[in-house]
């Protein structure tokens, strides 16, 4: 009985303390970082940081924590890419510090700057279960049906697909002699078929020795053959031939085009694949994700999570993921476990631990044992994180890597055959610049300016764009191709007469004294639909846009004392551009919120105040702290 008094003064303290009303079941998800362990700059707008944190589950479980973060800010001259070390016939696979190795010498130029574990993967093959496009090259076009791919774009910005769409045909590209760099590409009439009047085409895998009557046939030793749900194949052209080929490492090209046979003559390197369409349309670097347990600033359930199951997404393991800010940084996380005291998280608890890192988008990416982030310090790679184990060979990774020269481009005002392209060329911390070339198909063009206008005699047709740069760097000269991007104008609908970006917009400012803050309200005229986000930008800061009822919202809360907010909006807009258009409203929005005495009180509210709560836990933990003297610390 006297048990039972007690229990029964406790939750009437407990529920007086939360303002008379109790809501069952309510989440207890909390996240609270104890201590920085090491921390600093690891090139111009990437930091790292790894810290201990408690956290706590829904289910009230606290857990220790040990978290490794690198971001990289939305304007760091840096780019992301997702890397695998690849053989002649497969991806190999490689811890951390062996695929950040193979990524260096595949692309002088470049340095690592810190990367993590990619993909869920198969360990005796090193495949990967969802896609991959490795710099361009389609390695696998396909996800898993339970997941999803990420992909990542020059800008840091992404896009997420869950079926994948490719192009109808397969490209044949030539490469610049000694580099990486496409210089051409034209579509395939067909796979193991002989070519049309005037077309191309390749039979590779074929079981026996074709001849091709009307056309000419060059054959193609591989250097990279892969199949993970499509033809990849990569090598160089070794002179013409009467029969197409017999072997998985031989390709044979059927042309009935003079122009193609002209520069095969030349024994050019080449790469068949089909590339990817759709949401990945314009992306070189696609990575496969299990889920996203953080969405537009929202943390999902374990239902809505999904992954490999449920029970997979509660249960607590050392955790690899990939996150982005409002801002537009990127955001590189890993969550230890199995290992000492530290619990790892389940992707609820790792969705909230970004989200305080300023995520409001994160991915989970393959976790437990393969959890590796690496980071360039003083000039070596190292382990930031302490995998569980030491150190498992995985399938592919993100990489954010740094160029000796940093190229910025943009593309807009597609038409059938034309286009805009806006470009910057940023030279890093000792490097001179002595010459620069922009090459289009191959062919130099001027540069004369910011911006080219570009006009092509082929309509709706697919375009190499290379940056080519002689520079100096530490005494030496040196002439890389250090950009080179693909434009398929077929994959762009040029707008509709009359389609035009969105305008007129306005800010409302409704003050919300229980939060000690405000929100935005945005509204604008957008009557094609092209707006793909909204931002408001506050000295310096940007915070993305959520749109609800009554139209997009920035909400501004817990706000000490009275400020002067001058809001511009920062927009992106789709009509035919390959990537969204950015652009600046020219009207500043002022604001001058005025902290009240109320500030902080609030309206009565059903369920349990946040003053409430902790007022609530203090009285029982008092109680057995003083009955008891033991309790365990658990953040709120």
């Not at 029964?8 to 303390?17: N, Q, T």
């Not at 896609?131 to 049906?145: C, E, L, M, S, T």
């Not at 590779?204 to 193609?220: D, K, M, Q, W």
């Not at 740069?469 to 890389?480: A, H, M, Q, S, V």
Request: aromatic share 10%.
């Amino acid at each position: 009985m006297r048990f039972c008094r007690r229990i029964s003064v406790l939750l009437i303290v407990f529920i007086i303390a939360c303002g008379g009303a109790v809501v069952v079941g309510a989440s207890s998800l909390a996240f609270e970082k104890t201590e920085v362990l090491e921390s600093g700059e690891l090139y111009a707008g990437v930091d790292y940081e790894k810290f201990s944190a408690a956290t706590r589950t829904d289910a009230g479980e606290v857990g220790n924590q040990q978290i490794s973060v690198v971001k990289a800010r939305k304007l760091s001259p840096v780019k992301v890419f997702a890397w695998a070390k690849i053989g002649p016939s497969s991806l190999s696979g490689g811890d951390m510090l062996a695929i950040a190795s193979d990524f260096e010498k595949e692309n002088p130029g470049w340095t690592v700057i810190a990367g993590i574990n990619g993909d869920y993967y198969d360990p005796a093959t090193a495949t990967p279960v969802n896609a991959f496009v490795r710099a361009g090259d389609v390695i696998k076009p396909v996800n898993h049906q339970k997941y999803m791919s990420l992909a990542i774009g020059d800008s840091k910005e992404f896009a997420v697909s869950r079926v994948n769409r490719s192009e109808s045909k397969y490209g044949l590209s030539f490469y610049q002699a000694g580099t990486n760099a496409v210089m051409k590409e034209i579509l395939l009439d067909g796979h193991n078929l002989p070519p049309s009047a005037g077309k191309t085409s390749f039979y590779h895998g074929n079981s026996r020795e074709v001849t091709v009557a009307g056309a000419r046939l060059f054959l193609a030793e591989a250097d990279t053959r892969l199949n993970y749900g499509g033809v990849f194949f990569r090598g160089r052209i070794t002179g013409e031939v009467e029969a197409a080929a017999v072997g998985s490492d031989k390709l044979t090209i059927a042309t009935r085009n003079p122009e193609i046979a002209a520069l095969l003559e030349e024994g050019p390197e080449i790469r068949v694949q089909k590339s990817l369409a759709g949401a990945n349309n314009g992306y070189d670097n696609i990575i496969g994700v299990g889920s996203q347990p953080l969405k537009e600033g929202e943390i999902l359930s374990f239902s809505e999570i999904g992954d490999q199951s449920e029970a997979f997404a509660s249960a607590r393991h050392p955790r690899s993921a990939i996150g982005f800010t409002a801002a537009g940084d990127v955001i590189l996380a890993a969550f230890d476990g199995r290992q000492g005291s530290l619990s790892g998280v389940n992707l609820r608890e790792m969705a909230k631990a970004l989200r305080e890192q300023g995520c409001v988008d994160a991915f989970n990416l393959d976790g437990g044992g393969s959890t590796q982030l690496i980071i360039r310090k003083n000039g070596k790679l190292r382990y930031l994180n302490s995998p569980s184990e030491k150190y498992r060979r995985v399938a592919n990774a993100v990489l954010i890597a740094a160029p000796d020269v940093y190229i910025e481009a943009a593309y807009r005002e597609i038409t059938a055959s034309s286009l805009t392209l806006d470009y910057r060329v940023t030279p890093a911390a000792g490097v001179e610049i002595k010459a620069r070339r922009l090459l289009v198909n191959g062919v130099p063009e001027s540069l004369s300016a910011p911006s080219v206008s570009l006009d092509f005699s082929e309509p709706r047709g697919i375009h190499y764009f290379s940056f080519e740069i002689e520079y100096l760097k530490d005494g030496k000269k040196y002439t890389r191709v250090m950009y080179n991007h693909r434009v398929n104008i077929a994959n762009f609908d040029a707008p509709a007469p009359g389609k035009t970006k969105p305008h007129s917009f306005t800010i409302e400012f409704a003050p919300r004294p229980e939060h000690n803050g405000f929100d935005a309200v945005i509204n604008f005229s957008d009557p094609d639909d092209t707006i793909v986000k909204l931002y408001l930008v506050n000295d310096g800061e940007k915070q993305v846009a959520l749109k609800d009822s009554r139209g997009y919202v920035c909400k501004y809360y817990n706000l000490s004392g009275g400020r002067i907010f001058a809001f511009t909006v920062e927009y992106h807009y789709v009509l035919s551009s390959p990537a969204p258009v950015r652009e600046e409203y020219p009207e500043v929005f002022v604001y001058e919120y005025v902290a009240s005495p109320a500030d902080g009180e609030g309206d009565e509210k059903s369920g349990c105040s946040l003053a409430g709560i902790p007022a609530a836990f203090g009285l029982i933990v008092y109680y057995f702290v003083r009955k008891r003297r033991n309790y365990v610390k658990i953040p709120e």
